[in-house]
């Protein structure tokens, strides 16, 4: 009862800031359709000076923004009935951003103070239009490496000044990246937030044979009980679409007709049909696994995802979006690491985008914004003392020189040639981490769907081409070219720099305009996640296989 009636003092605009707080704490289900909007007050408060008598206690004040914004204010209330409203308006809608699992709301005792509550209202303010310009969580918290450039917004002056101009909603919507990717994520989130809510549960979970191997697959022609629950998922996710309402008993036998099944008996059961297999190249298309329309493990573990783990996945993209800088380099490099995948910008525009392999758990790839300054031809690969002391602890001469290595005071250096671990070219890059681009002497790793098998360097497929492009932009094309024909170690500087972002996105908008979903390969979504006020998912990480010893 006693915070129930601050909340009430909190709100006295015209929507009660109690059931918008509230409906969002940790753990409870998200609003999944647009809060209705708040009736904007009749006629805004009428002066500053009708609150302005309030005085705040300067020594009540400990933190440094909400301190900024009093003192901007001579240390008087600020806020207004019709600035509350808006401030209301805006956190019923924050929806739109992922953000409706938070509460933003302070813990006060019912008989706090009218100076409390403005100080109160400040606080939440400010967290809400902190976690729109920079994030709710700050990403340097939970990585040990995180060098990408994030927004710096004076929130206090743009507080005080939205209150003057009675602006507070605009302002705050204003916070929150602009671009048409981000609408997108956001709108896939409210869709993704209402199946789920609507379906919690989803279809049942897809259990694994008891085979391996090929045994194990379900391709066209298969005969698998799972067969019509694979296809309730794939109706439930919008892969297979229904020609229209079908009366019968459950989902998984409606959709079970529209995809031509028969259905089972006791000595047979449902057929996995072209159609079926069809749709799921879709799903696997979007979750980066090879579109073949066979299930194996991979795919049944994507499928196995319902709405809440792709609604909670989009709130992370969101959160994600939100820390990253409002204008990008126009002309950049970004790797994104969940997807292995790397797009090519100059000046504003995509020309190029290829395949990448990036570091297996545990060896992760970081997130790090650093620049390419030269390329290497014919570079020799000096093996770090973590391979040397692990992996190669125990090689003899026949394998160096099998490997075209030698030994350099105490250090293994592979030679020049097709062989070496990092092909022949290398894309230097200004950093602490030693991480940077480079070829490969094993281009086959490419055809695979999960690319995570590197130590944490950033394997870039056709990189002799992708060099050559860069050459080609950059005006250095021949000496590119002499330095590659020498067959020796030569360097190649760029006359500019080329910032490349390693960025982490395992939901983002594809080239056709779609989201696109991966697998969260390192596992970095829980964290986020759950500062966001979501459970953790079970959702699988990456699994690497067969790893070389390439950096």
Known sequence: MTVTTLRARLASGAMPLALLLTNGAAGAQPAQTAPRRAAPPAKPSAAPAAIGGVVISRQAVTDETVRAVYTKAKWRAVWSDADVAALNTALGDRSRHGLDHVAFLPDLPADAAPADIDVARTRVALAYAGALARGRVDPATLHQVYTLPRPSVDLATGLVAAIARHKVEDWLESLAPQDADYRLLSDAYRVFSEKALNAPSGPAPLEAPAQTGAAALIRVGTRDPRVATIVEQLVESGYLLTPGPVAAPTLAQSASTIAGLQPATPSSAPVYTQAIADAMKGLQTDYGIAADGIVGPETLKVLNLGPGDRARALAVALERRRWLERTPPATRIDVNTAASQLRYYRDGVLVDQRKVIVGEPGRETPALSSPIYRLVANPTWTVPKSIQNGEMAN????????????????????????????????????????IYLHDTSAPGLFDRSQRHLSHGCVRVEDAIGFAQMLADDQGVTEAWQTAQASGEMQFVPLPRRIPVRLLYENVYVGDAGKVAFRTDPYGWNDPVAEQLGFERSAARRAEARDIDIGP
């Open 395 to 434: 090689v003899d001469d026949a394998y160096l020189q099998e490997h075209n290595m030698v030994l350099r005071d105490g250090w293994i250096v592979q030679q020049p040639g097709p062989s070496n671990a990092l092909g022949l070219v290398k894309f230097d890059m200004a950093n602490d981490q030693a």
